[in-house]
C-alpha cells in the first residue's frame, strides 16, 4: 500500500521478519504511544522502496533491520547527506558491540536488538521523537502525525 499523498510518516520500519513486526506493533500499540490519528499500514520490504518514500516525504525515524547484507548501510549513507534526513536506528537479532560501533559510527542514531525490549524501545524511539520535534523527552511519541509502521507483506 502507498501512503496517502500529503499523509505524514512518523515511523517506518523496513524488515522481512514478520515476527518482529508484529513485535514492535504490539510494544507501540500498547505500551507508550499516544497518537492522535489513526495508524495507517504501509508495505515496504526493502531499503530501496524506503528511499523512494524518503525522497517524496520527511519521515523522522527510519527502523532498519540488519540482514547480514549491507542494505542499513545504504540507507544510511543515502540519507545522510539529506538535511532533516531521518534518525536510522538499526534492529538485529545479532546485535553485539561490533555493530553497534559500526552504526554509530557511519550516522546511526542507535542500534536495537531483536527480539524487541519494549523498555529499550520506548527508550530509543522516545529519544528520537524528541529530538526531531525538538521537545524534551517525556516517554512517549504524540503526535497528530499517522503513526506507520512498514513490513515486508
Known sequence: MSPEAGSQIALLFITTSHEDYAELSGILATSFVRVKSQWKPETCGSVGAALGLLRNR??????????????????????????????????????????????????AYDVLATPFNEEEVRRVLSSAWARWTGTPEQGELVGEAPLVISAAP
Open 58 to 107: 520527511r519521515i523522522p525515524i527510519v527502523l532498519c533491520e540488519h540482514t547480514g547484507d549491507d542494505s542499513w548501510k545504504d540507507l544510511l549513507e543515502q540519507t545522510g547527506e539529506v538535511p532533516g534526513g531521518p534518525y536510522v536506528i538499526v534492529t538485529s537479532r545479532s546485535a553485539d558491540e561490533q555493530l553497534w560501533s559500526q552504526a554509530l559510527n557511519l550516522g
